[in-house]
Structure formats: C-alpha cells, structure tokens
C-alpha cells in the first residue's frame, strides 16, 4: 500500500529550499496539507526573503497540492508562535513538524569566533528547535498526536572548525531525546525522531568545489526526503532514533554505553581508574538506553525509578 498524509498537516521550516524544500514536496505530493516556513536569508543568517517560500508553495500549488507561505523565523517566540497559528487558522490542526531551518556562521580557529557567530547558530537550530516544538506541543499532547523531526549535523561527531553550529546540532539531539521519552513515559501517540541528513544545498560550497560537485550528482536532497517523510509518517516504528540519511542510504546512529567497571566506592582509586580503563572503553556488551533512567547504574544499590516522570 502506498503510504499517504492525507489529512495530515504539516509545517517544515527552512523550507524555501535544499532540504527543506524537498521534504515540503514530497509531503505535499503525498497529500499533506503544507506550511512551508522561510526566513529567506542568506546561508550565514544574514537578511529575510519571502520569495523563497512563496517559490516552493508556487511549486506544491503547480502540482495540485496544498500549501501556505510563511516568512516568519523559527527563533522568536512571537515568530514561532504565528508559525503554528498560520497552519491552525488555515486547517484547524498541526500534525508534523519538520525542524529543519539551519545555517552555518561559525567557521575558523576559535580564537577568532565572534560571540554573534555563537548566538546566530544556538540560536536557530538550538533555540528554533526550542521554540517550534514549545509553540505545537501542547496542541499534540492534547490531541494525542504527533510527528516531530528535528535536524542534527554529522558535525555532531566533531567538526574540525566552530563550535557553535555543532554545539546547536548536539542540542537538537538532546530535545529529541527529552521530548521522545516524555511521550514514552506518557504513552502519548507523539514521536520525535531525528536526522543527520548529506545533502548538496547552498550549504555544501563551504566544503569545497569538488565535494560540492560530487554532492551535486550524489547526494540531492531528493534522495534524502523519503526517509524524512518515513519518519513523520502516521507508521513511524521509532521514537528517540537518530538517522543519517542521504544519498539514497539511510542507517541509525545512536549512544551506547558500555559495560565498563565497578569496585566498591571505597576501593576506587586513581590507579585503578589507570587499570581499568580499557575495560571502561571496551564496546563489547554495550546498551543503548532508552532514557536517562535506564542510562544510570543498574547495579549500584540505588532504586533510580523513585525518581519517577520528574526525571524524564
Ligand atoms: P539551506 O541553506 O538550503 O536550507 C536552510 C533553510 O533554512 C534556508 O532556506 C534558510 O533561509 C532557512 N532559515 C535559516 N534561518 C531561518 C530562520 N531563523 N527561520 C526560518 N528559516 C530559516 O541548507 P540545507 O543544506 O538544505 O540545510 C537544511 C538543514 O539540514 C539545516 O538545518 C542544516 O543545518 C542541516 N544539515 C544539512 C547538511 C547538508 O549536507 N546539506 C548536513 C548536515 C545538516
């Protein structure tokens, strides 16, 4: 059976193109009703554009879907607020929604990193994502509903230069997962799910002119989308995952942790850390937890579910 939105409604920010735009059509193909969000600036943050969004809702129209313009950024309040009251006012409900919106200021050795180029990049992903997902939470939780997909970076795993836009792209991991749980221990029908996606877009020159060429055979965004749309689809399996995707593939990444060592706390000494590290750092036997719960010691005498839903 061919997989649909019909009825569905999504908003994907950072629509007006790359990604984003491709999530927007193939959603919109797919029989969602759309809110394609764009601030519209250039790729470092800088200016605002309504065309960009407007272009990509001209597109879903030309294919017969249907779909909303929205210029608003994602990283205020008051603009990630207006955001969800468009689609409600228009449709009535929200039921996905793609954090997408992204850009990339800080670059270089840290001691030349300006405190804007921190501000601007925590302060689209991180507090974007923040924003987006405060703005439609409560409208999900009540009609116990939801798809969430927030966008990390593969520079989750240490980029070679910046800190700020690989510290926002951790953060988006991080309300994934405090979000995931929450509708777990609740038993909400909401899933937040998560994706690294490689994708040739206005972002990838800053890798060089060849990376950029071979991306732009390899990797289109297109072949990224039905993943991202898999992942805010009413069948979605998971909630918490990460993925990386692009290029055709996709392929889950996740933390772990290992069995590593326990002495008594009286016994645990420097030089035993010294003799047992390799123990600690051996992968063999590894968990993935669920939440920060399963994440704490099983063994070490204390009853950590006391701490009950405050903690997740
Ligand atoms: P892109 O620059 O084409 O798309 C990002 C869009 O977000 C732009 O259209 C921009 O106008 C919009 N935007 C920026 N700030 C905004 C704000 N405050 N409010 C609303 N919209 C805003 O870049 P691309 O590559 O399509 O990136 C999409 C997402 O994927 C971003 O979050 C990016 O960080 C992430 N990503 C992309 C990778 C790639 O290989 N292209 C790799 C890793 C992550």
Known sequence: MKMTFDGKVAIVTGAGGGLGRAYALLLAQRGARVLVNDLGG???????????????????????GIALANGDSVASREGAERIVAEAMQAWGRVDILINNAGIV?????????????????????????????RAVWKHLWDKDYGRIL?????????????????????????????????ADHHRKNIRVNCVMPTAASRMTHLLGEDVD??????????????????????????????????????????????PGYRSSP??????????????????????????????????????????????I
């Not at 990390?152 to 995931?180: C, D, N, Q, V």
């Not at 047992?276 to 009853?303: C, E, K």
Request: net charge negative.
């Open 213 to 258: 060429a071979a991306m732009k055979r390899e990797y289109l965004p297109e072949a990224a989308a039905p993943v991202a749309a898999y992942l805010v689809h009413d069948e979605v399996p998971c909630n918490g995952e990460m993925f990386r995707i692009g290029g055709g593939g996709f392929r889950r990444v996740f933390i772990g942790i290992t």
């Open 150 to 182: 927030n966008v990390s970076s593969g520079s989750f795993f240490g980029m070679g230069s910046g800190l700020g836009y690989p510290a926002a792209k951790g953060a988006t991991w991080g309300i994934t997962r405090a979000l995931a749980a929450t």
């Open 266 to 311: 009286a016994d645990l000494d420097m030089e035993t850390v010294r003799d047992h590290f390799a123990q600690a750092m051996a992968v063999d036997g590894y968990t993935i937890p669920r939440n920060s719960i399963d994440a704490l010691d099983a063994d070490a005498g204390v009853d950590w579910s006391a701490f009950g839903p405050g903690i």
């Open 105 to 133: 200021t800080s670059r270089g050795p840290l001691w030349e990193m300006a405190d804007a180029q921190w501000d601007t990049d925590i302060r689209v992903a991180a507090t974007g994502t923040f924003q987006m997902c």
């Open 42 to 64: 250039d790729f470092t943050g800088q200016g605002a554009n309504p065309s960009y969004a407007a272009a990509v809702v001209d597109e879903i129209r030309t294919l017969g």
